[in-house]
Nanobody
Framework: QVKLVESGGGSVQTGGSLRLSCAVS????????MGWFRQAPGKEREGVIM???????TRADSVKGRFTISRDNAWKTLYLQMDNLKPEDTAMYYC?????????????????WGQGTQVTVSS
C-alpha cells in the first residue's frame, strides 16, 4: 500500500522560507513521477513542481526561481524548498506520486496522494 505523509507546513511572513517533506512508503514503481500540488480555498488544485520522466523537473511559472524540488536517492522522501514566499503561496500543499512515468503537471497523472500540509504566508 502506497502511503505519502507530508510535514513541514506552517505560517511565515512574506519573504520567508519553508521546507516541506513527504515520506513515501510502499511505492514499488520505477517511474520518477512525483511532485507537489497545492490548493487554495475556492481554487482548483494546481501542480506546483514535480519530477517528470527521466527526472526532468517541471514547475509552474509562479514558483520559478523560488521553489526547488529534491529527493533522497531511494525515492523515500520528497522535499519542497520554498523561498521568498508570497501571500499568494498560501494553500494546502500535497505530495503526489504516479504509477507511470509522466510528462506535465496535471493532477490526473498522479495516482497516490498525501493528506496535505497547510502553508500560510502573511503580508
Amino acid at each position: 500500500q502506497v502511503k505519502l505523509v507530508e510535514s513541514g507546513g506552517g505560517s511565515v511572513q512574506t519573504g520567508g522560507s519553508l521546507r516541506l517533506s513527504c515520506a513515501v512508503s510502499g511505492y514499488g514503481y520505477s517511474s520518477s513521477c512525483m511532485g507537489w500540488f497545492r490548493q487554495a480555498p475556492g481554487k482548483e488544485r494546481e501542480g506546483v513542481i514535480m519530477f517528470n520522466r527521466n527526472g526532468a523537473v517541471t514547475r509552474a511559472d509562479s514558483v520559478k526561481g523560488r521553489f526547488t524540488i529534491s529527493r533522497d536517492n531511494a525515492w523515500k522522501t520528497l522535499y519542497l524548498q520554498m523561498d521568498n514566499l508570497k501571500p499568494e503561496d498560501t494553500a494546502m500543499y500535497y505530495c503526489a506520486a504516479g504509477r507511470e512515468s509522466c510528462v506535465g503537471r496535471e493532477a490526473d497523472l498522479f495516482t497516490y496522494w498525501g493528506q496535505g500540509t497547510q502553508v500560510t504566508v502573511s503580508s
